[in-house]
C-alpha cells in the first residue's frame, strides 16, 4: 500500500502558526526544539516565524509546541518514523506534513479554503479526476471493550488523498497528505481529529487516531479488500491491435501474482501495491518488478519483488543531478542507490548503483521510462516504467520482460503495459467477472 514502516512512534500536541494557504512548502532549521520557520504559499507569497518543541515532563512522549507567525493555531498530530503530520487550525482542520532531521525539518501543508468538515473534501485542488479508490475494512477499539466497526475509502492521487471513513454509524470526510509513505489525515468538523497509519503489509493499515482536546488515542486497523479473483481483460497493444482474454490474481502476504490467458497463449506476473497502483512485472521467471515514490526533494523510494521469494526487498536513491520541472514531471534524472535489502535478505549500503530513468516520450502522469541500474562490475540491467500517481512501477529482469501499471478502483484494475525497450504504451481494463 503505502510501502514499509516500523513502528508507530510519538504522539504530539502542537502549537502552529501559520498563514493561510491551500498547499505550500514549509523549511525549518534548527535544533534541540527551537526551530526558525520559512514558507512559500502557493501564490508565491513568502512568510517566516519561529517554533519551539518541548517535552511535557512526566508524560513523554507527549510534546507540544509554541511559535510565533502572524496567526495562531493550534494542532494536533503524530510522528511516524520521523514524519510529523500535524492537524491544526480550527474549524478547518488544516494538514501539514514534516520531514524531521536533527538540524531542520521540510515539508508541505494545505489549509482548506471554507469551513468545516465539508471543506475539506473540496479543499484538495489538486487531487486529479479519476484517482484511484482503495477500501477498507476498519476496526476501532478505544479502550479494552470499546470497539467500532466500520470502512475507510481512500480516493488516492499518490501524494494527496480523499478519505471517506464511516465508523459507529457516522460519516467522517478527510483530506490526506502522503510523504515518505505515510499517511496522515485530516478530519472532521470544529474539533479536527487526525488518523496516522503504518502498514504492515501493502493490504494493511495500522494506525492511530484522535481528536484534538481529547487525551485518548484509538487504534485502528484497515484490511483492504481483497483483490483477488477472476477478471474479464479488454485491451489494445502497442500497435493498436485490440486483444480480450482473462485475469486471475492471487494475494500473497507481501505480494500478488498475475496469469492472464489471452487466446492460447499464458502469461505471469508478480505485482506490488503502492499508493493505490498495482505495478505488475511480468514476461517470466527472470521478470520483477519494482515500485517507485518521488520525494519532494526528487529521491527514490522503492519496493521490490523478484519471483521464487516470499518478502519483498526495497531500495532508497538519492538524486545526483538538480531537479528540473513541476512536482510529478520531474522523474527523469540520475540516482545513486544509497540503501538496498533484496528479497533475498541481502543488504548494501552507501553502493556505487546508479539508476538512470529516461523519458520516452512527455513526462508526467501515465508516461512511459526506460530505467537502467548500472553495477559497479561494468554490468547493467535495463527495465521499463509507466508513471501513475507519484508511482513509477519499473519492470525488469530481461529484453522479455515487461510492466504494466494499473488504477486499483473498487473491484476494477485500469492501466498501461509496455516491454522492455518498446516506444509505445498498450491498454488494459480489468473487470471483476
Known sequence: MFSILRGIGIFIILTLIGVSTTSAQREATGEDGSY??????????????????????????LMIATGHFETPYRGIGYVLEGVAGIVYGGQQCSLGMYQLTDHGMRGIWSMPTLDGVRAQEASVTDFEEGASILTFNLT???????AQFGDLVLEDSG????????????????????????????????ACGVSAYDTPAPTVLDGLNTRWGSDVTAQERGEMASLAGDYAVAGT????????????????????????????????GVALLRGGVMGVGFGGETCGVTTYNISQAGHLDGDIFFPGYERQGWETAERLDAVVGAYGERIAG?????????????????????????PV????????????WDFPDDTFMNGIGI?????????????????VAYEVSGGALRGGWATVGGRALGTEDAQAG
Request: net charge negative; proline share 3%.
Open 36 to 61: 526558525s520557520i520559512s514558507g512559500i504559499q502557493t501564490d508565491g507569497t513568502p512568510y517566516s516565524g519561529a517554533l519551539f518543541l518541548t517535552d511535557v515532563i512526566g508524560q513523554e512522549p
Open 140 to 146: 476501532s477499539v478505544l479502550g479494552e471493550d470499546k
Open 159 to 190: 501524494e494527496t488523498a480523499r478519505v471517506t471513513m464511516t465508523i459507529g454509524g457516522e460519516e467522517y470526510l478527510g483530506t490526506g497528505l502522503v510523504v515518505s509513505d505515510i499517511l496522515v489525515v485530516a478530519y472532521g468538523d470544529a
Open 237 to 268: 497493444n502497442p500497435d493498436g491491435s485490440a486483444y480480450q482474454g482473462a485475469l486471475t490474481i492471487t494475494s500473497e502476504t507481501y505480494h500478488h501474482t498475475f496469469t492472464w490467458q489471452i487466446g492460447e497463449t499464458t502469461y505471469t
Open 334 to 358: 540520475s540516482y545513486r542507490v544509497v540503501d538496498r535489502q533484496n528479497p533475498s535478505g541481502e543488504r548494501f549500503t552507501d553502493t556505487d548503483i546508479t539508476v538512470t530513468i529516461t
Open 361 to 372: 516520450s512527455d513526462e508526467g502522469h501515465g508516461a512511459l521510462y526506460d530505467v537502467r
Open 387 to 403: 508513471y501513475l500517481y507519484n508511482t513509477l512501477s519499473v519492470g525488469f529482469g530481461g529484453e522479455q520482460c515487461g510492466v
